[in-house]
C-alpha cells in the first residue's frame, strides 16, 4: 500500500500543537493560531534567486502555500509541475514557498540533474529549521495554508488544486479536508489532556476503528514497558488479516513447536476480500477496509496480551476467531534410511530456501521446512518428522514444485509423503 506521504522514520513524529508567539520560541502553531509578526520578517535561505535570502513581509495579504518536500521524495517531485502552474495561473493572489530541510548542495545537485532542470527556476528554501519548527511535520509533501495572517489549514498535496484555492480565495466553504500527522509513538487518538494529568496511569487502552487513516502511514508496531516487556501493540491502515496474523502466530508458538505461516489460516466468511483488501494496479486501495487498532494492558499482564487482543477484536471485528485441531492434507519429511547424509561439516551458517539453488549449511533442518511453509506456489503443509536433531548441509536446485523437489531430496534419504495429519488451525468466521 503506497501513501502520497513519502515516509520518515515514523517514530519522530510530531503533531501541529500549541500557539505561539514567536518564531524564536520554536512553539509550533494549531490551526487558526495567529502567524507571529516576527515570522514576515524572517530571512529564509533560498536557491533558484537573485538574492540569497528572503522574506515574506511582501506577502502578507496573500494566500500563503507552504509546501514542505525534499528532492529524496517521489510525490515531492510528481508535485513541481503542478506548483509552478498554480503560482504562474494566481499570479500575486498566493504565494507558494517550497521548504526543504535539506542543505544547499543537495538542491543544487538536483535542479542541475535531468529531472531537476525543469524546475529550476522554482524558488526553494534550504537548511530550513525555522518553518518545520513552526509547523512540524512527518511526512512529505505537506501543505501549511496561510490566509489573512491565521493558520488556515494544514492539508497533503493531493489537496492543492485550483478549485480549493478559488474556495479559500473566494472565503466560499472549503472542501479541504485536514491533515494533521498524528504521532505514532503515543497511542492512537489519546487526548492530549491525558499527559497533562501527572498523577494518572495508563493501565489500559483499546481503540478499533474501520477506515483509512491520513498520511499516518500503514504498518505496525509495539509498545513495551521499560523493563523491555510487549505489553501492547498498535496497527494502522492495515487490512484485518494483518492484525490477525501476528496473533495467530504469537497464540499457536505457545501451543505447538510447528512455524505459523498463512497456511495455517482457514478463512470461512462470505466476503474474505474484505478481510484482505484487493489492492488496484498502482498499489493502492480505497481505504474501506483498512483498520486501525491500538491495544494495550498493564505489565504484570503482558504474557496474555495476545488472547486480549483476540478476545477483543471477537468482540467487535463482525469476526469470531478460534484455535481448532483439524485435519490437513500436508507434505510430511521422513527419512529413508538410517545412513546420515545430512550432518554438517560446520562452517558458517546459511539458509537461502526457497531461492534457487537452496542451500542449507549449519543449520536445522527446520531451517527448511519452515521456508516451504512461506510464501511459495506448494499450498500444502509440510511437516517434519525425520527426528534429526542436528545441523544440516544441504542443496537442491530450487524449490519448484513437489516432484522436482522429492527427486532432489533423494539423494539425502529424505522424502515427502502425502498425508493427513491433526494441525492446530486458526480458523476465521463471520
Known amino acids: 500500500m503506497k501513501n502520497i506521504f513519502c515516509r520518515g522514520l515514523l517514530s519522530l513524529i510530531f503533531t501541529l500543537v500549541a500557539t505561539t508567539t514567536s518564531l524564536a520560541q520554536n512553539r509550533s502553531l494549531k490551526i487558526g493560531d495567529p502567524i507571529p509578526e516576527s515570522f514576515w520578517a524572517t530571512p529564509l535561505q533560498v536557491v533558484n534567486h537573485p538574492q540569497k535570502t528572503i522574506d515574506l513581509s511582501e506577502d502578507k495579504n496573500k494566500l500563503i502555500l507552504i509546501d514542505f518536500w525534499s528532492t529524496w521524495c517521489s510525490a515531492c517531485l510528481i508535485n513541481l509541475p503542478k506548483i509552478e502552474s498554480l503560482q504562474q495561473k494566481f499570479g500575486n493572489k498566493i504565494k507558494i514557498l517550497p521548504v526543504s530541510s535539506q542543505d544547499k548542495a543537495a538542491l543544487e545537485k538536483f535542479f542541475s540533474s535531468p529531472n531537476g532542470k525543469r524546475h529550476n527556476n522554482m524558488l526553494s528554501t534550504y537548511d530550513d529549521k525555522k518553518l518545520h519548527d513552526l509547523f512540524p511535520h512527518a511526512g512529505v509533501p505537506f501543505i501549511i495554508w496561510i490566509k489573512d495572517g491565521k493558520v488556515f489549514n494544514s492539508t497533503d498535496a493531493g489537496q492543492l488544486t485550483e478549485q480549493t484555492i ?73 487490512p484485518l488479516w494483518s492484525i490477525y496474523y501476528p496473533i495467530g502466530y504469537e497464540l499457536i508458538k505457545q501451543q505447538d513447536k510447528m512455524s505459523f505461516t498463512g497456511k495455517r489460516i482457514i478463512i470461512n466468511v462470505n466476503q474474505p476480500e474484505q478481510l484482505m483488501p484487493i489492492e488496484k494496479s498502482d498499489g493502492s486501495n480505497d481505504g474501506t477496509n483498512l483498520y486501525n487498532y ?83 506456489p506448494i499450498r500444502e503443509l509440510f511437516i517434519d518428522e525425520t527426528g534429526y536433531k542436528g545441523n544440516v548441509d544441504l542443496e537442491v536446485s530450487g524449490v519448484k514444485d513437489i516432484a522436482t523437489l522429492k527427486k532432489e531430496l533423494r539423494k539425502y534419504d529424505l522424502d515427502l509423503i502425502p498425508q493427513e495429519r491433526q494441525v492446530l488451525m486458526m480458523v476465521i468466521k463471520d
Do not use: W
Open 294 to 376: 491500538e491495544f494495550i494492558i498493564p505489565e504484570q499482564k503482558s504474557d496474555y496480551l495476545y488472547n486480549y487482543m483476540l478476545e477483543d477484536l471477537n468482540r467487535y471485528s463482525g469476526y469470531t476467531v478460534t484455535f481448532e485441531k483439524r485435519p490437513v492434507k500436508c507434505f510430511v519429511l521422513v527419512r529413508t534410511s538410517t545412513k546420515d547424509k545430512l550432518a554438517t561439516k560446520g562452517g558458517e551458517k546459511r539458509s537461502t530456501f526457497p531461492q534457487t539453488p537452496s542451500i542449507l549449511k549449519n543449520v536445522p533442518l527446520k531451517n527448511m521446512v519452515n521456508m516451504l511453509n512461506g510464501e511459495i
Open 166 to 238: 478559488n474556495e479559500v480565495l473566494s472565503g466560499d466553504k472549503s472542501s479541504l479536508q485536514t491533515i494533521i500527522q498524528m504521532d505514532r509513538a503515543r497511542p492512537l487518538m489519546l487526548s492530549e489532556d491525558y499527559e497533562r494529568q501527572r498523577n494518572v496511569q495508563l493501565l489500559n487502552y483499546s481503540f478499533f476503528a474501520k477506515g483509512q487513516i491520513p498520511d499516518i502511514g500503514a504498518g505496525g508496531t509495539y509498545r513495551k514497558t521499560a523493563s523491555g516487556k510487549i505489553h501492547g501493540r498498535q496497527f494502522t491502515n492495515v
